[in-house]
């Protein structure tokens, strides 16, 4: 599978986080999007006329939209993450799956604009992103009242996927995510899962590894 | 802050919200503080500053007893007192190497700080149990003038613990009956974000007129 | 403006890409003040009272001063060595003080915390000795024999190894970093941190690079740059007071934090006080 990718896209990094975090060997082509604007050129427009970022290609199949790559992603390796099978848990899984197409609207445009310096009306998606996040830490309080620690099952699906980017970098768009202890703690629990890779913007927990026991000696040549 | 003010309890977050090893931004009137569980469960408030280069402390991880900056990895214990300098890993910190603490106490599932110690712990909420903290864009004094609220959401008797924590920004805490059910507590953690709605569209208004 | 920053306001700025100049031009601002980057051959900067400013092309930029710049733009001789790559690595915003941005460049100790498996790794957290001066003909703060153990220290590095730096801070919002070119040994590769002050506390981050690598693509090296930058920003975003605290009393160094020092007082010496708190508050 090849994903044109950009590092600092949430995007396309959802896509990468599932593909570690299920197993799944993806070849990268790194797009330069920025500053470059190469996703808009004319080769990358022939795979997807929208010209966005990421795009996954499998033999004859092409995805543009991230929420579709995850549905294949875990179909293909991981079924556990699709969720559950009756009509509940499958439409709160697509319930999220398109919820995160706001994030990407809300917190991405105001990331975009804030960090990137691409036009946007900025207070804007930053009020628009304060009605999501309040959604989301509402969902993840009702779910912790239940016992659970994810959105859509009892364990993490491509829901958690679609939305944890957006969300762990609210604060490149000047978004502050400190109002929203439940969202945190489901955060905290994405990252603690084993594979977990970060993007930038994303620190590593240090706090899973233990502290260096001994000093560490000078490294010399 | 008033010298009476400084002794008083902040309600700043849920127990649950925080546990072992992990460390959170409390907010208060007088700013931000590193609040952190030691990870055998120890509470410690600190000013939210790393004396090395000023970055915020509740960005940091928690290891064992100790809470460490995430950029340059300095660690400080429950006193504030820096206990490790990664990159001299054999220099043992000056004692002037030091964040302020501040006063900590957990009662019913709930985290009250003080900047100065109080005489009283804090308020018993016996026959309580929290449901959540929602912050609401509006002035604690709009709200109430005492720092609580009782009221009933969703047909459940409710009794808000509210504290205000900067212009126009309050936090509260969400509590219930202890014995109420989770789908009663359910039913109180979607109706607040209905009350808050109300809150912020009154005051709004009131800014308008 | 006060008067008190007329010594940075003396100072030149990078202010654009010029391989990326939109026809329209780019409005952005410098200390406060608006300005257009015009589109016109040759390109020009001018103020909105329709003022000229004085305009350099180098290093891929465009660089302008508010003010009467005693001296040229700074020299990197490596940038016309022949056989490197000139990488732009585009703009990146970050509220805080263009001090501050250029101050955590200056720093190797955060590498394993922030830049975790790339640019270092606990337990390999020790910084060792090394040289920090003023140097006084040339007017800049030079630090040397810094060496420091990176898990990734370049796009074309496989596996560990301890690399050498030295930085170099020639201007008050400009700092060039020489590390091991693992392509060429004993050559070295440099990466710039180009700062626009757009206010005291916030700035347009502009790296550049002039690298020695024939094999890797040029997007991987832009996106690896990216990806070390875009780790800084949230550190650079929530450091307490934003601007860049010149009172010895404020914050702590150590011994790792030699350059810094010097940084500082090199700061202090010139008045070059923008993004700077200079009383303790």
Redesign the interface.
Known sequence: MILYDYILSPDAYKVRLLAALVGVKLELRAVDVHPGREHQSEPLRALNPAGSIPILIDGDLILTESAAMLVYLARRAAAEWLGGDDAVDAARVQQWLAFSRRLTEHLGGARATEMLLEPGDLPAMQRASTIDLRELEAALSERRILGQSHLAADRPTIADIACFPYVALAPDGGVSLDPYPSIRLWMRAIRMLPGFIEMPGIHRLHDLKPEPVSPAMPETV | MPVEMLRDWIPV??S??L?A??V??A?TPSG?LALWRSASGKLTALA??C??????LS?G????E?L??????W?YGQTGQCL????????APPG??KAASYAVEERNGVIWIAFEPPEAPPPSLEGFQP?????VNMDAGAITPNGTVRTQLAGVDVLLIVAGIGDRET?AHVMVDAAAS?TD??AV??AV?GWRRTCEQLGLKELAS | MTVRHQPMIDEWYPVALASQLPPGGRATQLMGTPVLVVADDPIRVVTDDGRDLPVTLRYGHVWTSLGQPAKQLFDIPEADQPGRRLIEVGVVRVRCSPLRAVENFLDIAHFPFVHTDILGAEPHTEVGKYDVEIREKEDEVWATKVQFYQPQAAKSATGGITTDYMYRVPAPTSSVLYKTCPARPGEWDVITLFVQPLQEDLCDVWPWMALFDDETATTDLIHFQQMIFLQDRSILENQIPRLLPLDPGREIPTRADLTSVAYRRWLKRHQFTYGAQLVAQ
């Open positions: 977050a849920l649950a919200d546990p090893a992990t959170l931004p907010h931000i939210d500053r004396p090395h280069r000023g970055m915020r960005y991880f928690v290891r064992g100790a460490s900056c995430i950029y340059h990895g660690s490790r300098i990664p990159a001299h890993p054999e220099l002037a190497i449901v959540r903290s929602i912050t936090i989770a507590r359910i953690s979607n974000e």
